[in-house]
């Protein structure tokens, strides 16, 4: 089993380019989650889905938007990159709340 | 409003011995506390996780010390190895609910020889 995969791996935008972050599982996990990791700060949520057509805000959504048309995917776009956004990006999955599957994560760099 | 306080932010540990990393909680709903580890360059992954009830939960060189009482609880890492060195993240969740889990800041851990 493949778990969660996350594309691309790297990515390098200019301020004010878009670009989507594709999470794909492959577990039938009902909840999926979009994480940013930035030193000092731990993992902060963006945004989550408690199943398929289903979207919530998490703790820092500014600037993102995600959508989950097939169970199995969980996409997160940036509409116009800023340096802030720089960071590494990583997507969740589990069966219920608590016990995470986690991706090996995006690095994006916006310059 | 940071629910999950970890500390200490880095850790130097020598070959074994004890590493303790410890947290506080403030949401008394809170039922469900896991520590996920994670190497660099990899996403998170599932250590060990506890209940509150239970004060304690062991496996193998890893234990998870609970004190409801306190709203605290910490990892102990016994006979610490160099492959141990990583960032150690605790966390807290209401796993009846849809409410997503709450991490702690985490933790760099380095075991030298």
């Known amino acids: 089993n493949a778990g969660v995969t996350q594309t691309p791996k790297f990515r390098v935008l200019k301020t004010g380019q878009s670009m989507t972050l594709l999470c794909a599982q492959d577990m039938n996990h009902e909840y999926m989650y979009w994480y940013r990791q930035d030193p000092g700060m731990g993992l902060r949520l963006i945004h989550y889905s408690v199943g398929e057509g289903t979207t919530a805000k998490g703790e820092v959504p500014d600037g993102y938007n995600v959508s989950r048309l097939k169970k199995q995917n969980f996409l997160l776009g940036l509409e116009s990159a800023a340096p802030s956004q720089t960071s590494v990006y990583f997507c969740?999955?589990?069966?219920?709340?608590?016990?995470?599957?986690f991706g090996e994560g995006s690095r994006l760099t916006v310059l | 409003q940071q629910q999950v306080k970890q500390s200490p932010q880095s850790l130097i540990v020598q070959k074994g011995g004890i590493s303790i990393i410890n947290c506080a909680y403030e949401?008394?709903?809170?039922?469900?506390f896991p520590w996920y580890q994670q190497f660099p360059g990899k996403g998170p992954a599932l250590l060990i996780a506890?209940?509150?009830?239970?004060s304690e939960k062991k496996e193998g060189r890893f234990t998870i010390s609970f004190n409801k009482s306190a709203k605290q609880f910490s990892l102990h890492i016994m006979d610490s190895q160099p492959g141990d060195s990583a960032t150690y993240f605790c966390a807290a969740s209401i796993n009846s609910g849809n409410t997503p889990l709450v991490f702690g800041k985490g933790t760099r851990l380095s075991v030298i020889a």
């Open positions: 506890i209940r509150p009830d239970v």
């Open positions: 969740a999955s589990t069966e219920y709340p608590g016990e995470l599957f």
């Open positions: 949401n008394t709903a809170f039922d469900y």
